[in-house]
């Protein structure tokens, strides 16, 4: 039997990928790895950068695509039996690379490298390597070094058991709802509710608490026993709080030791907390540098706040007839307000929003202004509806992307880019291979043979996944280790995915990809000017929720004491920068997989901190705009060569001045957000 995980001549084999097939592959790949390893780290082996890279990272990334293959598949195509194939390979692969980045042999030899033979390319991932080997423990040494080691499986096993209580607990609720309590439920959304219990033999519709059927009820249901039951079940997955038999997915503990490990690893490091760990490579100096930014934004937005939750209160009161409204109707009050104030729904819009329709038209815009061609391609992929694309520059290959849009059963949630093969000057046999990218979306599908719909919010979330794929693809670096993304500081590394989101309120962008699902009619030009109108909608509530989160994130990964319980640190937190409080049944930590599972830990600030890059980055469109309104091809060219081609080359302020000409403000963010007056 041929292994489709061994075969690396071209694109992965996602269709012939089989649970039987991870354990056999990963023998071979670790212990080609370790053999280069043991090979680079004799002291008769060269010091010499391009040597290295052919014998060890050649190895290694072979291993990293195939075991990038198996998680991809584990995220969106989830089975008992890869689960369990995807679980038991996973303390090898973390064993080694945990190895390799502590291996002080290694080291040595990196240390031993000639920095100024290096291009700057190489310089820039050579000066990466050496404070990687730092914080991955090079430096320990007898019982703290394997100590460490420990840490590390430990640490990646219980993510996985986050991320899988997550899912399970979002996948076995299920409520089977009655006609008479969907008043007000967008049509489409209780269509797919009917067939979804049709298709299990019950009645009524089944309601589930993915994100395409939980919102839309959150919003729109007139009932608010119904919208108080969806509610309790969503803030309470995967937690103490969960009813009946789904406390069994209760991540509680996991939280604890979680916690607990990045402080000792921290320590075992020579830091006083995992904040301090987490700002090493990033933009932000300290823990301290980031709760002083997001304070300082958190006391900006929070006017604005207090007067988005009066105005609802008064609406509620006035209109709707809740003199005190729960939790569970803000979203119902808040859709209420802004039909009221602006005249017109969501589910007005989204019937422009076509899902074909909207894909012509953001590659329209990636076309015009990055000087590129996208045309479908074809290639093996994990599902029927992911769909396969190249991207071209004067006819030659750039990059390819996977698309994967609708929401499914054993996909996890949330929207997300990640690399499938960066590009790479390979040293093995001196040919450029050129990066391919996932992306991957959560939207409903499509009913009666209509196409897809995607609100506004689906439109912005898809093009914000494209911006870091560009940056992915687009980029004109040769060294893997610093190409596209890889390299880039973490708290910037949004800033070419919210740049592009600032293309989904410009009426010459939008106008190309609106379609009506009936009509075949473009968006009213009104229309739109009422969207624009309501662009700011609730603008300071919106962030003082993240700066909720990024708080609570970086404190819990510096102030906390994770011997200690987190819930009272989260009231604190909301205590602080919430201006309206959740109930005491509130979980929400209990599925924060950005920072129990992703990248994301001591470092959701990211999303704000790059907010400021990309509004400011973005102004510079603005300022360059023509009479037509479209964008400067030549403002185009510039982020492209500046920010996108330079990937992690550089430094992100380096590359920031380069297009700028000078370091970011937080005046275009505010601007942008409604809130430039304070």
């Known amino acids: 039997m041929t292994n489709p995980l061994l075969d690396f001549s071209d694109l992965p084999l996602f269709d012939q990928i089989q649970p039987e097939h991870v354990g056999p592959a990963l023998d071979q790949l670790l212990a080609r790895a370790n053999t280069a390893l043991d090979t680079v780290t004799q002291p008769d082996f060269p010091a010499q950068w391009t040597e290295i890279?052919?014998?060890?990272?050649?190895?290694?990334?072979?291993?990293?695509?195939?075991?990038?293959?198996?998680?991809?598949?584990?995220?969106?195509?989830?089975?008992?039996?890869l689960r369990a194939a995807y679980n038991e390979a996973l303390p090898r692969v973390t064993e080694f690379w945990t190895r390799l980045g502590a291996?002080?042999?290694?080291?040595?030899?990196?240390?031993?490298?000639?920095?100024t033979s290096l291009n700057p390319e190489q310089q820039q991932a050579h000066r990466n390597a050496m404070r990687n080997f730092v914080l991955s423990g090079a430096d320990l040494v007898g019982e703290a070094k394997e100590r460490f080691a420990r840490i590390q499986e430990r640490q990646a096993e219980i993510s996985q058991k986050f991320s899988e209580n997550a899912l399970d607990a979002t996948d076995a609720f299920a409520y089977y709802a009655a006609a008479d309590e969907l008043d007000g439920v967008p049509i489409d959304v209780q269509q797919t509710a009917r067939a979804a219990a049709q298709a299990e033999g019950k009645d009524g519709y089944k309601l589930t608490l993915k994100m395409p059927c939980y919102l839309p009820v959150m919003q729109f249901a007139t009932s608010s026993p119904l919208r108080e039951r969806l509610y309790r079940a969503y803030v309470t997955r995967a937690s103490d709080q969960a009813e009946g038999d789904a406390v069994k997915f209760d991540n509680s503990a996991i939280i604890r030791e979680i916690l607990a490990l990045r402080r000792e690893e921290a320590q075992l490091l020579g830091y006083a907390n995992f904040g301090e760990v987490s700002v090493v490579p990033k933009m932000a100096k300290s823990p301290l540098e980031v709760t002083r930014f997001l304070r300082d934004l958190g006391a900006r937005a929070r006017p604005y706040a207090l007067k988005d939750v009066a105005d609802l209160r008064t609406f509620a009161a006035e209109h709707l007839g809740l003199a005190d409204p729960q939790p569970w109707d803000w979203a119902y009050v808040g859709e209420k307000l802004k039909e009221a104030r602006y005249a017109f729904s969501e589910q007005e819009v989204k019937q422009y929003f076509t899902a074909p329709k909207v894909l012509a038209g953001l590659f329209k815009i990636i076309e015009t202004l990055f000087e590129v061609a996208i045309h479908k391609d074809s290639a093996p992929v994990w599902h029927p509806s992911v769909e396969f694309y190249r991207i071209t520059r004067a006819g030659q290959l750039v990059g390819q992307f996977y698309l994967d849009q609708p929401a499914r059963t054993g996909k996890r949630g949330g929207a997300w880019m990640d690399d499938?093969?960066?590009?790479?000057?390979r040293p093995d046999t001196g040919q450029l291979q050129t990066p391919v990218a996932h992306l991957v979306c959560n939207f409903a599908d499509g009913v009666d043979g209509q196409p897809p719909l995607l609100t506004h919010d689906d439109v912005t979330t898809l093009f914000h996944e494209f911006g870091h794929g560009l940056h992915h693809m687009l980029t004109q670096v040769n060294e893997r280790d610093v190409s596209g993304i890889s390299g880039v500081e973490w708290d910037a590394v949004e800033l070419p995915?919210?740049?592009?989101?600032n293309f989904c309120w410009e009426w010459d962008v939008l106008k190309h990809m609106t379609s009506h699902v009936v009509?075949?009619?473009?968006?009213p030009r009104a229309l739109f000017d009422k969207m624009l109108d309501a662009k700011n909608f609730q603008s300071g509530l919106q962030t003082l929720r993240q700066i909720e989160f990024s708080l609570f994130d970086m404190l819990l990964h510096t102030e906390h004491d994770p011997a200690q319980d987190f819930m009272p640190l989260l009231n604190q937190v909301r205590a602080?920068?919430?201006?309206?409080?959740?109930?005491?049944f509130s979980r929400t930590a209990h599925t924060f997989s950005h920072i129990f599972a992703g990248g994301y830990a001591a470092g959701y600030y990211s999303y704000k901190w790059a907010e400021?890059?990309?509004?400011?980055?973005?102004?510079?469109?603005?300022?360059?705009?023509?009479?037509?309104?479209l964008p400067n091809i030549e403002t185009g060219r510039k982020y492209r060569q500046a920010i996108l081609e330079a990937g992690g080359s550089r430094p992100a302020m380096e590359s920031f001045k380069a297009f700028r000409g000078r370091e970011p403000t937080l005046d275009a963010l505010l601007r942008h957000q409604g809130m430039a007056e304070i």
């Not at 291996?103 to 031993?112: P, S």
């Not at 509004?615 to 009479?627: H, L, N, Q, R, V």
Request: proline share 4%.
């Open 519 to 523: 009509t075949g009619e473009p968006l």
């Open 103 to 115: 291996d002080e042999r290694l080291y040595a030899k990196y240390k031993a490298v000639d920095a």
């Open 576 to 584: 602080e920068i919430a201006v309206l409080q959740a109930p005491a």
């Open 53 to 81: 890279a052919k014998a060890l990272d050649v190895s290694t990334e072979q291993l990293g695509r195939a075991w990038g293959a198996v998680s991809h598949l584990n995220s969106v195509a989830d089975t008992p039996a």
């Open 420 to 425: 499938v093969r960066a590009r790479w000057l």
């Open 497 to 501: 995915s919210q740049f592009m989101e």
């Open 612 to 629: 400021v890059l990309s509004a400011d980055a973005y102004a510079a469109f603005e300022e360059t705009a023509g009479s037509d309104g």
